[in-house]
């Protein structure tokens, strides 16, 4: 997995939030979910994918763009919460739905799958995200498969694209 920096979110909602950009590529709101999403696909696979209102309207999602030649790029998604904790794998990026209960009512979230499965940090039965805007310090967290409350949570997952390859990269 590509690291890649985590944003403390001590700001979320100040005013002063910054626009950031990646190599050039603009990533969103500093401290927002969805920035840290954007710069991992632009940082990891040279992609990006069109603005979002809401972290949960990512699932809409079908194509990105490639940062260097501007040729479209599969976005997988996987809409079956189930399926898609239990088989994600680093480098997706896991989305939560907007209305269930909790802190991402208003907004869904999304979340970068740093290591699933027995890795070496998530243990057997579980997944590690890396998040902005989450509910850790750190910005990472473990997240059980057998925890049916964050299941039900979920979304899907996106999957960019890793076959993409163009003469700009």
């Excluded at 990533?27 to 632009?42: D, I």
């Excluded at 979340?111 to 057997?124: E, F, I, N, Q, S």
Aim: aromatic share 4%.
């Amino acid at each position: 997995v590509v690291p890649i920096s985590i944003y403390k979110n001590t700001a979320a909602h100040d005013r002063r939030a910054t626009r950031k950009t990646y190599r050039g590529v603009f990533t969103g709101l500093k401290h927002q979910c969805v920035e840290l999403a954007r710069r991992w696909c632009v940082r990891a696979y040279g992609t990006t994918f069109r603005d979002v209102d809401i972290a949960a309207d990512m699932m809409r999602l079908k194509s990105g763009a490639c940062t260097a030649c501007g040729r479209p790029v599969r976005i997988a998604v996987e809409a079956d919460a189930v399926d898609a904790v239990a088989t994600a794998e680093p480098g997706d990026l896991l989305i939560w739905k907007a209305g269930r209960p909790g802190p991402y009512r208003a907004t869904g979230h999304v979340a970068v799958v740093v290591d699933a499965g027995a890795g070496a940090g998530a243990g057997a039965g579980n997944i590690i995200v890396a998040e902005q805007n989450g509910v850790t310090r750190s910005g990472l967290r473990r997240i059980s498969l057998s925890d049916s409350r964050t299941r039900r949570a979920i979304a899907g997952r996106l999957r960019i694209s890793r076959g993409h390859r163009c003469r700009g990269r």
